[in-house]
């Protein structure tokens, strides 16, 4: 009995495979007529971890009822058998989504058609707050970029996650250039740091200007932090950056997946530059809003 195959959830369990219930629940019900064939680990009504014995539907038999006491039962049970949407019959019983019984390809179309709709809605969100950003009134937004250029690997390939040096990008939202640079953090002489890295106390006004600003937009909610931490910031008053765009631009795109519903692996690709933040920001502000999302 312990080399049984387990699987781990309905969704795994192989076509073919049945419990005793679902047997039972079939449009016209059978029984197990063989051994138990594999197990699922699944949990209970309770939420409690259980595991539920599967046999193979080859191998099971009509159940004993006659067909009158088949009809009695399901006329005692009230249920549709019949979907909703498109009047399939399954042998399964169908589930009950939003008060209709459905099938699961209607199943599936519902819950995508309630995705989209929540992800209309998202968009709206997002289009909305880039709106405000780049509104004339707000003065002196800018979008930002910092990228942490990292020591090289070791020759043993030990990767050291200690910054050599940070480039930064930074345009307004008229698309001016207010900084354009890489500061290092190591010493001039550090194995990696770039040819081109400026001394951090030579840019530092600008830097601080820079800042100062009272709307950042960042592509992540920490990305600026390395920059303030370099120039004297309490880290432990370092607060994340509300305007970070990765996830704004994520819904913008909108770009759900499918099978899971969510953005999981198709979350917006990183521009990379400021003034392709800045145009991606300009592409979300005149997103055309309908009147009805859905």
């Known amino acids: 009995m312990g080399d049984l195959p387990i699987c781990q959830g309905w969704r795994n369990v192989p076509a073919g495979l049945y419990s005793r219930s679902q047997l039972a629940d079939l449009d016209l019900p059978r029984v197990p007529a063989g051994p138990v ?74 819950e995508l058609r309630e995705r989209r709709v929540k992800a209309a809605a998202d968009r709206i969100m997002v ?11 707000l003065l002196l937004p800018c979008v930002l970029r910092v990228q942490a250029i990292r020591r090289p690997a070791a020759p043993s390939g030990r990767q050291n996650p200690e910054a050599i040096a940070l480039r930064v990008d930074a345009v307004d939202t008229a698309g001016r250039r207010l900084v354009g640079t890489t500061i290092r953090t190591a010493g001039p002489r550090v194995r990696g740091v770039p040819a081109d890295a400026v001394d951090p106390a030579t840019v530092e006004d600008q830097i601080r200007a820079l800042l100062a600003a009272p709307v950042i937009v960042t592509w992540t909610s920490r990305e600026d932090a390395p920059l303030r931490l370099l120039y004297g910031t309490d880290p432990l008053r370092l607060p994340s950056n509300p305007n970070d765009l990765s996830w704004r631009a994520t819904y913008w795109r909108g770009d759900v997946d499918p099978d899971s519903h969510q953005f999981a692996r198709r979350s917006a690709i990183n521009p990379g ?13 005149a997103t055309e809003i309908p009147d009805d999302p859905a």
Do not use: F
Request: a positive charge; one cysteine or more.
């Open 127 to 137: 289009v909305d707050w880039a709106r405000k950003i780049l509104a004339p009134e």
């Open 273 to 285: 530059r400021a003034d392709r933040l800045l145009l991606l920001l300009r592409r979300m502000a």
């Open 37 to 110: 064939r594999a197990r699922v680990e699944t949990r209970d009504w309770r939420d409690r971890k259980t595991t539920v014995d599967l046999h193979a539907l080859a191998e099971s038999e009509p159940s004993p009822a006659t067909i009158g006491q088949l009809e009695a039962a399901r006329r005692r049970a009230g249920t549709s058998r019949v979907c909703d949407g498109c009047g399939a019959c399954p042998d399964r019983p169908l589930p009950s989504i939003n008060s209709q019984h459905l099938c699961r390809v209607c199943a599936r179309i519902t």
